[in-house]
């Protein structure tokens, strides 16, 4: 199955678990796209002991999933030269969609 991740909050432990969904999708097999839009492309710089987003989003990219940043919210964030994701538009949010079996927004 193909999963579509949208994450749309800088929150610790909602974006941990994000990631954590998206890991636990690829471990069963599925394919994963994670798109980060609006204050979750902030979610790289999360320094929090007890949810290490980043570690998760080592796992992810490691594990085979596909992560996408908006590069509107990058932008007005001025982020975009500290970003490692590729940096993406709607367009691609939507192709993203288009292309999945199911949607999880976060």
């Given at each position: 199955?193909?999963?579509?991740?949208?994450?749309?909050?800088?929150?610790?432990?909602?974006a941990?678990?994000?990631?954590?969904?998206?890991?636990?999708?690829?471990?069963?097999?599925?394919?994963?796209?994670?798109?980060?839009?609006?204050?979750?492309?902030?979610?790289?710089?999360?320094?929090?002991?007890?949810?290490d987003?980043?570690?998760?989003?080592?796992?992810?990219?490691?594990?085979?999933?596909?992560?996408?940043?908006?590069?509107?919210?990058?932008n007005?964030?001025?982020?975009?030269?500290?970003?490692?994701?590729?940096?993406?538009?709607?367009?691609?949010?939507?192709?993203?969609?288009?292309?999945a079996?199911?949607?999880?927004?976060?």
């Open positions: 199955m193909n999963v579509a991740i949208i994450l749309e909050t800088k929150e610790h432990e909602k941990w678990n994000a990631f954590r969904f998206g890991v636990a999708a690829l471990n069963k097999g599925h394919h994963v796209k994670f798109f980060l839009m609006g204050e979750a492309v902030e979610v790289e710089s999360i320094e929090d002991e007890a949810y987003v980043p570690a998760q989003m080592k796992k992810l990219t490691e594990q085979g999933g596909e992560l996408l940043a908006c590069g509107t919210c990058l007005s964030r001025q982020l975009e030269e500290q970003t490692s994701c590729p940096i993406s538009t709607m367009v691609d949010c939507v192709e993203m969609v288009e292309w079996d199911k949607v999880v927004t976060f």
